[in-house]
């Protein structure tokens, strides 16, 4: 069935320090992909979205492409704040077996040092 | 409302006593979703609502939970017999399309 891998946290970062959150997944077709954050007592909501081979999804300094070919979606910031400090994860939808159905990676927790 | 609300907050309750927990998905959103989190882990899918089809249950992990919903609105996912591995957030999703899903809050439920 379809699964999500995501690298393991925590990851800790200085402000103004590169991010990078590995996510990879198994999957057959074309599914969409996610990455949802869930800040400090808050719920989850959606960061960005692809929804087809090398799409970029973008939103607040993040950006991840869809990389059919390594079947990966890495969550890149150039330069992280403290308030990016957060769990991040990874999510893939539909595909030729997935359905509705949204498969979540464990999530990667982020801190920002000031 | 303005987003998915979801009730109560927190619930501690004892090993085999049954509980309820409410979802109210945000007005006019056709699916609706439940997820379980376990302390420092992923999402774990639940069950799927659409509209009015047959629900998707395969994620429910034993014959102890349910969950309802009547037409597109209130959803309530009850777990009989509670187990101190029922111990999670329980969170509510529900989505107007294909793909965006809009979280609710959780309830964090301790089975003591």
């Known amino acids: 069935g379809n699964s999500v891998t995501q690298m393991e946290g925590p990851v800790t970062l200085s402000e103004e320090a590169f991010l990078t959150i590995n996510c990879t997944y198994t999957?057959?077709?074309?599914?969409?992909l996610f990455w949802y954050v869930q800040y400090p007592g808050e719920g989850l909501q959606l960061l960005l979205k692809?929804?087809?081979?090398?799409d970029k999804g973008s939103n607040k300094g993040f950006e991840a492409t869809y990389r059919k070919e390594t079947t990966s979606f890495h969550l890149e910031k150039g330069s992280v704040q403290v308030s990016d400090s957060a769990v991040y994860f990874c999510?893939?939808?539909?595909?030729?077996?997935?359905?509705?159905?949204?498969?979540f990676g464990a999530g990667t927790r982020l801190f920002v040092k000031a | 409302g303005a987003g998915v609300s979801q009730s109560p907050s927190n619930k501690v309750t004892e090993k085999g006593k049954d509980v309820e927990l409410r979802c109210d998905p945000i007005?006019?959103?056709?699916?609706l979703y439940w997820y379980r989190q376990r302390l420092g882990q992923g999402l774990e899918f639940l069950i799927y609502?659409?509209?009015?089809?047959?629900?998707?249950k395969s994620g429910l992990p034993s014959d102890r939970f349910s969950a309802e919903r009547t037409g597109e609105s209130v959803s309530t996912l009850t777990i009989q017999r509670t187990q101190q591995e029922d111990s999670a957030v329980y969170l509510c999703?529900?989505?107007?399309?294909?793909?965006?899903?809009?979280f609710g809050p959780g309830t964090r439920l301790l089975v003591l």
């Open positions: 999510a893939l939808r539909g595909g030729n077996t997935g359905g509705f159905k949204t498969i």
């Open positions: 609502f659409q509209g009015n089809s047959a629900p998707d």
């Open positions: 692809a929804t087809k081979a090398d």
């Open positions: 999957a057959t077709g074309y599914p969409s």
């Open positions: 999703a529900s989505s107007s399309s294909f793909e965006t899903q809009y």
């Open positions: 007005s006019g959103h056709t699916a």
